[in-house]
């Protein structure tokens, strides 16, 4: 009796096409390369046909809820504060997408902060409304947008931009 015949009377075995439909988001093919890799428990059967014992389903869920809260605080960590000396290097550009202004006319003005912010390096958000000549109202939401996504410390009423801006 081969490992096959044993295995099939003690739990059902799938075809790769069933675990692909049970796993759902994945191909038959997907499922049929994790086999040849080596991640998925698989028999072969006489004719040469890939089974997987149902159990591997319920393993293979766990490993990836493990895979999407590991990728969970690889996310809130790249947003947690660095302790590196080194300030973070970011382009124009990804700020201004992180940052998410509301409309054109915003992301022209906080184009023009972000330039301000950066020749200022330290500024008060007063401050830099006379530097840009930009509506205070724009400056402060751009401040704020700024703290919330890390670019910008405050320290005793200072503004002080923590990121170096390429391009």
């Not at 009377?9 to 390369?33: D, N």
């Not at 996310?75 to 000396?85: D, E, G, R, V, W």
């Not at 992180?98 to 958000?125: D, I, Q």
């Amino acid at each position: 009796m081969n490992e096959l015949d044993k295995t099939e009377k003690k739990e059902k075995l799938l075809t790769t096409t069933e675990v692909a439909e049970r796993l759902g988001g994945f191909s038959a093919k997907t499922i049929q390369r994790w086999c040849d890799e080596g991640k998925i428990k698989v028999f072969k059967s006489l004719g040469g046909h890939r089974r997987i014992p149902e159990s591997e389903i319920d393993r293979m869920r766990t490993l990836m809820e493990i895979v999407v809260k590991s990728n969970k605080m690889d996310i809130s960590l790249q947003h947690a504060p660095q302790q590196s000396s080194k300030p973070r290097e970011f382009s124009r550009q990804a700020i201004l997408d992180r940052l998410s202004p509301p409309g054109l006319l915003e992301r022209k003005f906080w184009s023009k902060l972000l330039s301000s912010a950066v020749a200022m390096k330290h500024f008060t958000p007063e401050e830099l409304t006379d530097f840009a000549q930009v509506p205070f109202e724009v400056v402060n939401e751009f401040c704020g947008r700024m703290i919330e996504n890390d670019f910008i410390l405050v320290e005793d009423g200072k503004h002080t931009i923590k990121v170096e801006v390429k391009g």
